[in-house]
């Protein structure tokens, strides 16, 4: 575990040196256990190199964990009260690849907002939440995903210009909140703020959606202030033992 945590925090790919001095193992005894770890995709060489990264099982293994924890009581409770609160759908999301994957979502009885359905994914440039994650990378990873990406209209006001992206992701930077204007499903508008571990990280996204015939999008802002509060409520559960 010692070994997996040194590896998963550290800013780059680690040598195998690194990683022993890290975690006071004899060099040989380091190789062992990170042999064992590769032989379980929990961890992995960088491809040209022999410097260790995060492999593909530990990915999966630490998303499922967030979203256990995610879907587990306090937080639910949380996100069930702002759905009775505000009166609207109320959902939480996580980044996959380039779509966002619902892992919990409440369902107001009187909205006909877009249902999130757990497990339901959409693409990441269209959705309140999946602005948050862009908005999270680092510039230059950024502009690397926005050279990849391919914006395809899924809606009426569906964001497929880089430019408008960028400028759309850059606000969303400076605000830590986004919107999304019918660009999911016509009539539908919604907005999202940053659920955060202990140490600030972005691990999920907290969004609602509403009609637009009945709450405008410039209205959306109305809504910030109590998704503030449960986000902030919900990041504290996840630290709690």
Known sequence: MHVLEVVAQADRPISMTDVAAACGL?????????????????????????????????????AAAVQAALRADPAHQ?????????????QIGQRADNEVVYVD?????????????QGRRSPLYCTSIGKL???????EQFEWWLA???????????????????????AVRKEQWAASNEEV???????????????????????ISVPSARVSFDALE????????????????????
């Not at 060099?27 to 992995?44: S, Y």
């Not at 949380?78 to 109320?90: D, F, K, P, V, Y």
């Open 133 to 139: 994650f862009l908005a999270d990378l680092p510039p």
């Open 26 to 62: 004899p060099v040989p005894t380091a190789h062992r256990l990170v042999a064992q770890l590769e032989e379980r995709r929990l961890l992995k060489r960088v491809l040209g190199s022999k410097k260790l990264a995060v492999g593909a099982e530990l990915v999966n293994l630490g």
């Open 185 to 207: 499903e016509a009539g539908v508008v919604g907005c999202a703020v940053p659920i955060r571990n202990a140490q600030g990280r972005l691990i999920a996204g907290l969004g």
């Open 222 to 241: 109305a809504f910030r202030q109590p998704m503030l509060a449960a986000a902030a409520e919900i990041s504290a559960t996840l630290g709690q033992e």
């Open 148 to 170: 990849h990406a391919a914006l395809k209209p899924v809606a009426p006001n569906t964001i497929v210009s880089a430019d408008a992206l960028r400028s759309v992701v850059d």
């Open 105 to 117: 979502a409440v369902y107001a009885t009187r909205s006909q907002g877009l249902h999130f359905s």
């Open 78 to 90: 949380i996100l069930t009260a702002l759905s009775s609160r505000i009166g609207e759908h109320c």
